[in-house]
């Protein structure tokens, strides 16, 4: 069955790095898209970033565009969050998510990030 | 910046209808944003009810359905259940790589 599993997160200081790891089991990966979707804590989801199946195409959210990098292995069924200058409003529960076609079919249980000093 | 909007809570009566809509701050939504709706419960990473607008995902129930109402994107519940009590969001398709969820949606059975 199909199964994403993230890890990485933890608590960063304001301004720090982390990188978030999701690996993917259950289906052939690399004919996927696919997401980061996050959810601050009692807020609602908000989506993250995209990549294409093979990496080509990059998008991002405005709240994380030019402070996120999304990226994929697919020789290893991973795909990784880069997040770098953080902010206490990035403080959230990062889901990856799987795309087929126009929506989101399977989503990992979710790794917390928190930014604090 | 566009917005999608939803309802920030609603309330059913066990056994009864309801209807959560999805909606843009400009504009309507057509089938060509690819509505798709989620439920979400406490603690829990999100479900798909509903996807292309109107196609229930496997498993989930023909109470609920999915449909364009005016210039909304809608989820209807019908024969509300106790176990139906959860967050509610839909999401949008942009064009350019670019998805946007609403705020979401409280839904109350009592």
């Known amino acids: 069955q199909v199964q994403l599993v993230e890890s990485g997160g933890g608590v960063v200081q304001p301004g720090g790095s982390l990188r978030l790891s999701c690996a993917a089991s259950?289906?052939?990966?690399?004919?996927?898209?696919m997401h980061w979707v996050r959810q601050a804590p009692g807020k609602g989801l908000e989506w993250v970033a995209f990549?294409?199946?093979?990496?080509?195409?990059?998008y991002y959210g405005d709240s994380v565009k030019g402070r996120f990098t999304i990226s994929r292995d697919n020789s290893k069924n991973m795909q990784y969050l880069h997040m770098n200058s953080l902010r206490a409003e990035d403080t959230a529960v990062y889901y990856c998510v799987r795309l087929k076609g126009y929506y989101f079919d399977h989503w990992g249980q979710g790794a917390l990030v928190t930014v604090s000093s | 910046q566009t917005v999608v909007t939803q309802e920030p809570s609603f309330s059913v009566s066990p056994g009864g209808t309801v209807t959560l809509t999805c909606g843009l701050s400009s504009g309507s939504v057509s089938t060509s944003y690819f509505p798709s709706w989620y439920q979400q419960t406490p603690g829990q990473p999100p479900r798909t009810l509903i996807s292309y607008t109107d196609t229930r995902s496997s498993g989930v129930p023909d109470r609920f359905s999915g449909s364009i109402l005016g210039n909304k994107a809608a989820l209807t519940i019908t024969g509300a259940q106790a176990g139906d009590e959860a967050d509610y969001y839909c999401?949008?398709?942009?064009?350019?790589?670019?998805?946007?969820f609403g705020g979401g949606t409280k839904l109350t059975v009592l």
């Open positions: 990549i294409r199946y093979d990496g080509s195409k990059k």
């Open positions: 259950g289906f052939n990966f690399g004919s996927y898209d």
């Open positions: 999401v949008l398709y942009m064009g350019s790589g670019i998805w946007v």
